[in-house]
Each structure stands twice: as C-alpha cells, then as structure tokens.
C-alpha cells in the first residue's frame, strides 16, 4: 500500500494543474451553456423551432445528438451532451498515456520497476487516479447542474454518464499503451477511438427515427457501438435511464483486464506492436530538416486527413436536402443563425460541417507544433540542431509541414464534398461551394498553427496544454456559440466565428485577412524569438 500510495500522489502532483484546469473549464461550460440556454431558448416556440431545424438537418444531429423533446432540460442535453462525451474521452485517453507508456518510452518506469513493487502497481495507481479524476468530473457536471437551475435527478445522471465514458476512454488509453510502442503512437490510437465513437454515436443519430412532430429521434444502431452513445441512451432529465451505463463499465473491465494480461507478458518498454526494421538507408528526402519533419508528421497528416474526407463526403451528400426547405421557412432561418447572414441555404450546410472539417485542420496545425516541442524534450532536436541548420529554418520547417497538413486535411474534405456531392445530382455549383467553404477555414487554421508557436516559443512547457485547449474552446465557441445563445463578445474569441462568409455570390474575406495577418506576424516573432532562447528540454 506503501508504494501504491507513493505512486498516486506522484500522478496527482504531476496532473493538479492540469486536470485542476480541465475540471474547472469543463464545469464552467456546463454552467455557462446552462444559463445561456435559459436566457435565449427559455419560450417553449422557439425550442421546438430550434429541434425542427436539428431533426430536418442530420448535420446538426450528427454534431449535437438526437433531441429527446422541447423541455428546457432535455434541449441542454441536445446541445452539449455528445461535445462533453467527446472531451471527457480525450481528457482519459490522454491522462492514460502519459502515465504509462509515455513512463516507458522515457525510461522512468524503469526507474520505479527496480524498486520491490509488484509489476502491476504503477498501472494500478494510474487506473486509481483515473477513476478519481472521473469521479471529480461526475461531481463537478453534476454540481454546475445543480447550481444552474437543472433537475437534481437529472444532473447527477448526467454527471454519472459522463464519468462512465470517460472510464470506458481510460481503459482504451491504457489498453493503446501495451498495443503500441511510442506515447505518440498511443494516444494517436486512443485519441481516433474517441473520435470514432463520436461520429458513430452521429451516424447512429443522424439515420434515427424522427418523431412525427420532429422534437424527438430514437437513434439507430450505429449509436450503440459508441461509449458517448450509451451516455446519451441513458436519457437525463427524460427517462433517467442509468441501464445502458453497464455497457460502459463492462467495457472498460474488459479492456484493464485485457491490458493487464499484456502488462505481465511483456518486456518493459516492449509493446505489442513493435517497430518496424526500416531501411538499410535512408531515403533522399531526409537529408534535409524539412523531410525529417515530414517524415516525422505524415502517418498523423493522414489520419486528421480521413477524418476530413467522412465529414466532406457527409457534407456533400446531404447538401441537397438541407437546400430543399426553401428559403423563407423557420428552419431555413435557424440554419443561416448558424453561419452567416446572406448564405443560400445549401451554402449555410456546408459552412457547418466544413467549421467541423475546418476544426480538424486546426487540430492537424497544433499537433505539428506539438511535434517540434517533443522533439526538442526528448533532445532530439539538438541532434538536429548540431548539424548546420539554424533554429528559425528548424522551426520554419514544422510551420511549414503545418501549412502543408492544413491544406491537405482541407483539400481532402473539399473533394469529398464535391464527389459526394455529385453521386446524389446535386445541384451546379456544389462543388465550388465545397472548395470556397473549405478554403474560408485556411485562415482559422493558419492562426493557430502560429500562435501556438508562438506559446512554444515563449512557454515550451505549456504549448500542448494551451494548444489544444485554446483549440477546445474555439471549437465549442465557433460550433455552439450561436446555438447556445452566448454573448456576442464570447462568440467572436473563437477564429471560426471570423472565417470568411458567402454573401448570395460573394464572399467577405475581411475576417481572413486579418486573421492571415495576424498569423503571419505570430509566425515571424515566434520565429525571431526562438533565436533568443535556449533548448529547453524540461
């Protein structure tokens, strides 16, 4: 118990920030949204115009989850639910791999296996804080409920679906850790598990059974592949329905104990999937810094790459039905509140699934810069530096593998749009429609591509934190700001609630151009900066 205990107060000091801070901004969303909702969407009308429009449009189901009827509580559970599921995976996934595998790959949890503790006690203590941050996580949604006027019964179930998903996500992160042999590896594999299980849980919804007065959707089996969709089946605030959570317990016991048995049949450091032998020589592209920092990146590039061609290919197809409403009936009106005033309805639809397409080219961008920190920590990058290449051309090289990843992940979903687009006989047009939305995400992308390396440069401790939680933020503002009914001021803190908008056949590009300006500059002063610094390894 001794060494048990000494291990999981070292994850709990080395993660009190950090989870401290993702608690904390989890409860104050699940607070804010609350309010928001009341303040905005409080007239029973105006709820069920709002689930017309989500049930008429299998794009926003898709993002939100199926709507279980107009009271104000079962309409927060629509507009927040899945997007909590979704954090609540990555948080869990995450807080696996690090305290895992990544001990492993940098030699520490050979440090703490030459100490007489069982084998089994360093995954143990990682699962054991696992389970308490949940618990923290189930308590705080639920209190925030409370606290926001909510339905008691409802909101600890609430809290309570949302700890289980992140259990069933903890045990795909440890169960990713004794499968692959690098940290980036496995929480690449753990990370896209989530993200399946997000759009499963969406396909499922998407392809429900509407209602006959369109407020309610009973979701396909899609949805029951998925740990965030056995969340939503347990209805808070409508059925109360705490069954389907088993699934979510039975999973995760499954997958620590799967990861157990590998634990104690497997060399330290080893994995199941091991690394390949490689090549004799290295290939001519990897001479310079540049191919090295693609070579480095392209297995990741592919996967945001594929995710951008299902949302695309999705886009695309049902973008003839969103178009089909006409332009004066109220669901068309709650479509357009969702992008930009003056847009077609189809070109509205399309600006809601490429904001997804183009969140996911943002994600591509921050994981770039990620990369370059990593390189730098784990001193690899002196190697690199060792030879004759300047930092500014170092760190020019990952901004530039960025901006290459970002239009990739963009160009993919374009031409996917625009093939689906065209199976279905969609109407002329749709395919430049495809490729003007994709390319008003460029500017988003680009801006945070630079000002996270501008965090890396300044604070290099802190660039995959701030990353991807300013990049959680934007997200949530730029996907549910309007629908929620936040504060203009809020809304605009978010890059895509400034990405260039269709006006009837123009475009105001005056967003994109400030935020192309600003990134350029965030690029040109992290790139000076870096010259003024030294390697920072810790």
């Not at 308590?139 to 409370?146: A, H, I, K, R, T």
């Not at 061609?309 to 049902?318: E, H, R, T």
């Amino acid at each position: 118990m001794t060494g048990l205990g000494s291990l999981l107060r070292q994850r709990i000091r080395r993660d009190r920030v950090q989870v401290l801070s993702w608690l904390l901004a989890i409860g104050a969303l699940v607070f804010f949204a609350a309010t928001a909702l009341e303040d905005n969407f409080g007239g029973q009308a105006q709820r069920e115009v709002l689930l017309r429009l989500a049930t008429a449009n299998p794009a926003i189901v898709v993002l939100r989850g199926p709507p279980q009827g107009a009271d104000f509580d079962a309409l927060f559970i629509f507009s927040i639910f899945a997007f909590l599921g979704l954090l609540a995976g990555l948080v869990n996934t995450f807080l696996a791999v690090r305290h895992f595998r990544a001990e492993e790959e940098t030699g520490r949890a050979e440090l703490v296996a030459a100490t007489p503790i069982p084998r089994l006690l360093p995954l143990t203590a990682t699962l054991l804080w696992g389970l308490i941050v949940n618990l923290l996580l189930a308590l705080m949604v639920s209190g925030c409920c409370v606290a926001a006027g909510l339905d008691v019964a409802g909101s600890i179930l609430t809290g309570v679906a949302l700890g289980a998903i992140g259990i069933s996500f903890l045990a795909v992160g440890l169960l990713a850790s004794e499968l692959m042999l690098t940290s980036r590896a496995a929480n690449g594999i753990a990370a896209g598990t989530v993200v399946l299980a997000y759009l499963a849980r969406g396909v499922g919804d998407a392809l429900g059974a509407v209602s006959d007065d369109g407020l309610f959707v009973t979701s396909a089996w899609p949805s029951w592949l998925s740990p965030i969709g056995w969340g939503l089946a347990s209805h808070p605030f409508t059925a109360n329905d705490a069954t389907p959570l088993v699934l979510n317990v039975g999973l995760a016991t499954v997958l620590v104990a799967s990861a157990c048995l590998l634990h104690v049949r497997r060399d330290s450091g080893a994995s199941v999937f091991g690394a390949g032998r490689g090549r004799a020589t290295a290939r001519a592209t990897l001479s310079g810094s540049l191919g090295l920092a693609w070579r480095l990146q392209w297995p990741s590039v592919i996967g945001w790459a594929l995710g951008a061609a299902l949302l695309g290919a999705f886009g695309g197809a049902l973008g003839t039905i969103a178009g089909s409403d006409g332009a004066t009936n109220p669901i068309a009106e709650q479509l357009r509140a969702l992008s930009g005033d003056g847009e077609s309805l189809s070109q509205a639809f399309l600006s809601v699934i490429f904001t997804a397409v183009g969140i996911l080219a943002a994600g591509c961008a921050v994981q770039a810069v990620i990369r370059a920190r990593q390189e730098e920590a784990v001193t690899t990058a002196e190697l690199v530096l060792a030879a004759p290449v300047r930092r500014v051309r170092w760190l020019a090289d990952y901004l530039a593998v960025g901006i290459a990843a970002v239009l990739i992940v963009l160009i993919v979903a374009a031409v996917a749009a625009s093939l689906s687009a065209a199976a279905v006989d969609a109407e002329e047009g749709a395919a430049r429609d495809a490729f003007a939305s994709a390319l008003a995400q460029l500017p988003a992308a680009l801006l945070y591509l630079s000002l996270v390396a501008l965090v890396f440069v300044l604070w290099p401790r802190f660039t995959a934190p701030v990353g991807w939680g300013v990049l959680v933020a934007g997200a949530f503002l730029g996907l549910f700001g309007k629908l929620v009914g936040l504060p203009e001021w809020a809304e605009n803190l978010s890059p895509f609630s400034h990405t260039p908008v269709a006006l009837g056949t123009e475009v105001d590009w005056s967003g994109g151009f400030v935020m192309i300006a600003l990134a350029l500059v965030a690029g040109v002063g992290a790139s000076v900066l870096l010259e003024r610094r030294d390697i920072a390894s810790m």
